[in-house]
Every structure is written in C-alpha cells, then in structure tokens.
C-alpha cells in the first residue's frame, strides 16, 4: 500500500535549500543524497507492504490494547528507560531501528531468516552490522546510542509521511516550514492519512512479534502529534520522563544540531537558527502540559530523570506496579545489567548561554513545568553575581 507523503511540505522545503537564503553546494549536495536515499528505501517499502497484504492480510485484524508509549522532553532519559523495558522480551514487544526503516513484515521476516542462516554460519554478518553500526553512527556515539539492530524509537516511521520535527535536522527552516513541527496542526485529512499508516505499523508489529506480549513504543516528539496519536490507540499508558528543561533543551540542541555540523556549518550555535530547536521544546513542554488532562490519570505515569538515573530498578518496579505486571527475577536481572552498562554514559548538558539562550528565560516560560514537578531553578546570572560578591568579601 501505498504510504502518505505530505508533498506540499516537502517542495516547500526543497524549494527552500535552493532559496538565495539558504542555497550552499553542500547543503544541495546533502539534500540530494538524502532525497535518493529516501526515495529508494520508500519505493521498497511499498511493494513488500503490498506483499504484506497478500502474505499477511491477517495483520489486519490485530487490535492495539494498552499500549506502553514512553516520552518526554529528548535526552531526558527516554533512551535509558525505553532500553531498561525492553530488557523484558517475554512481556513487551518493540521497534528495532531496521523496523522502523523498513515497517513490512515480509522485509522483517526475510531478515530473521537472514539471521538464522548467518548465526549457523558464524555470526559474520551480525559482526559487519555492529561495524556498521560502529562507522555509520560514530557522530552520535557520545550523543544517543543507536544501532541498526538496537531498540528504537519511532520516529523513522513518519520520516516517510515528511512529517516529523527531525526533518529539521536536514532542513533546518523552522520559520519557513513550520508544517514539520507538529502533525496536531496539519488538516484533519492529513492526520487521518498518517494515522492509519501509524496504527497500521503497529498491528504489524504486533501481529509478527507480539502475541501475548504488549506493545512498548518510544516517541519523544509525540507532543508534536499526541492528539493525532492517541484518538488512534485510545487507552495507551504514557510514561513521561521530567527533567529539568534547562538541561534537556541544552542537551538536545546539541544533539539535533550535530548533523547541521556536516551540511550547513555556517549556522552558528548562537543564531535564531539554533534556537528553533530551544523554542521547538519549549513548545513541546508546554504542549505535552495542556494536554495532560486529556489523558487518564490511570494512564498517565510521570517518572523524574533524577529518580531514574539514581535507582534504575526501583523506577522499573514502580513502573511495572503501575502498568499490573510483575517483573520476573530473569527480567530484574537483565535490568541491572543493562543498567550497569549504562552506568556513567551520561554526559552533563551543555550550557544554555553557547546558544544565546539563559535558564532564566527558560523558568520563565515553562514556569508551570517547574512548579508542577517541583524542580529547582536554576541561578540567574544577577544571583551568581551576588553569590560570587559575597564570596570575596569572605
């Protein structure tokens, strides 16, 4: 079947990498290889949907119950949880990057068998995917762990709708399509299209690896589309991860502008330009805010990245009290394991000031954020004055 694509948004982009704006050779050049790419992975992806539909028409039938959809601000621990949940593969079932890229199941299938006959064979092609992994993904080896193989989020899914915020990544023209920065915003027929594609790669899913498991879904940037999403899986648990937005925002401007670093180093990090991602968060906290009412308190389970990051298996505990599972000592183990491997992987956010922005226009414009979950502010630049002023007269 065929799969939606928002075409208007895309020309309008396209349009705008070869604006007297923003027109540079690297730019266009990466533009293009992108669009090849893409272009080349959605051509296969409709046929072997279209197989799916002869293969696997009972794909069709499965019903998304209670889904688990984990989210928060980026680089508030998303990654973190989402990899200590899927630890547990007897209880949830959950994207893996290559699925997410390809959301077929004849692909998937074909790879399993792929897989099989490989680990009979040695494992040679499981060890040139981890190089891959290794060579391809080396730029965000410190930023976000990935991995062709690793669970992932759900975000490539709407790459194909050019739907999604991380397009902004390739193109950054925040003000001039601002279309990418929410899906809640398009018209309704436009939701509905990438609604029944959303739901339809999850009954995939679900139907090719989820019987009896429930279905575990990582989405950062659901904020952008939480009420396209969710009016599509009613009655899904929304795990949001809260940190305090000075550290997420800072962190993520980092790690959304790296790519910026190989097609447009022109941008500085100080210049309204990087500062659509500090405003497009700002805008997804007070988003995901407004909309928290909307959603059962049943089904909605806040967890603090602080909590998190000290005690990993108490939040797991706590989580999986909520949800009505028990997690088997094998399942706590895992936990501890991939929790000790993590351990000290975090890196300290960068500071606010590097992209012209202080964390006190920040408290000021998520002040609700702050109160709700009671997080400390941080000084403003007078009381550091004041502080050091003291300290000298000492």
Not at 128 to 149: C, S, T, Y
Not at 238 to 260: E, G, H, K, N, Q
Request: glycine fraction near 6%; charged fraction near 25%; charge should be positive.
């Amino acid at each position: 079947m065929l799969i939606f694509v928002d075409l208007p948004v895309l020309f309008k982009s396209l349009l705008c990498v070869i604006s007297r704006k923003w027109r540079s050779p690297r730019r266009v050049l990466w533009t293009c290889i992108a669009l090849v790419a893409v272009t080349a992975v959605y051509a296969i992806n409709v046929i072997f949907r279209l197989l799916d539909e002869v293969l696997f028409p009972a794909y069709r039938d499965v019903a998304i119950t209670s889904p688990v959809i984990i989210t928060g601000n980026p680089r508030s621990g998303t990654t973190f949880l989402n990899r200590l949940l899927c630890a547990d593969e007897a209880s949830f079932v959950y994207f893996r990057l290559y699925q997410t890229i390809f959301p077929s199941i004849t692909i998937w299938k074909i790879i399993d068998r792929i897989a099989e006959a490989d680990r009979a064979c040695g494992g040679s092609l499981a060890r040139l995917v981890k190089r891959m992994n290794e060579v391809l993904f080396r730029g965000w080896r410190n930023i976000h762990e990935i991995g062709f193989d690793a669970p992932e989020e759900d975000e490539a899914l709407f790459l194909f709708n050019f739907a999604t915020p991380a397009l902004y990544m390739l193109f950054p023209f925040f003000d001039e399509v601002p279309e990418l920065s929410s899906i809640d915003r398009l018209p309704a027929w436009k939701r509905d299209e990438i609604a029944r594609y959303y739901e339809g790669c999850l009954k995939r899913l679900v139907y090719a690896y989820g019987e009896g498991k429930r279905l575990l879904c990582k989405s950062v940037l659901l904020p952008g589309r939480i009420e396209t999403i969710l009016q599509r899986v009613p009655g899904a648990r929304v795990i949001y991860l809260v940190r305090d937005p000075c550290d997420a925002i800072s962190s993520t401007v980092r790690m959304f502008t790296s790519f910026w670093r190989v097609h447009s180093p022109d941008i500085p990090g100080d210049s309204d330009t990087t500062r659509g991602w500090v405003r497009l968060c700002v805008e997804y906290y007070r988003r995901f805010h407004e909309y928290r009412g909307r959603i059962s308190p049943n089904n909605l389970i806040p967890v603090p990245f602080t909590g998190l990051v000290a005690d990993p298996e108490e939040t797991v505990k706590k989580i999986y009290n909520v949800l009505g599972l028990t997690p088997s000592e094998e399942c706590l183990a895992r936990v501890r394991d991939e929790a000790a491997r993590r351990n000290g992987s975090a890196k300290s956010a960068n500071s606010l000031a590097r992209y012209g922005v202080e964390p006190e226009w920040i408290h000021a414009e998520l002040k609700e954020i702050y109160d709700e979950y009671n997080i400390p502010r941080r000084m403003t630049q007078g009381e550091r004055d004041a502080q050091e002023r003291r300290g000298s007269k000492d």
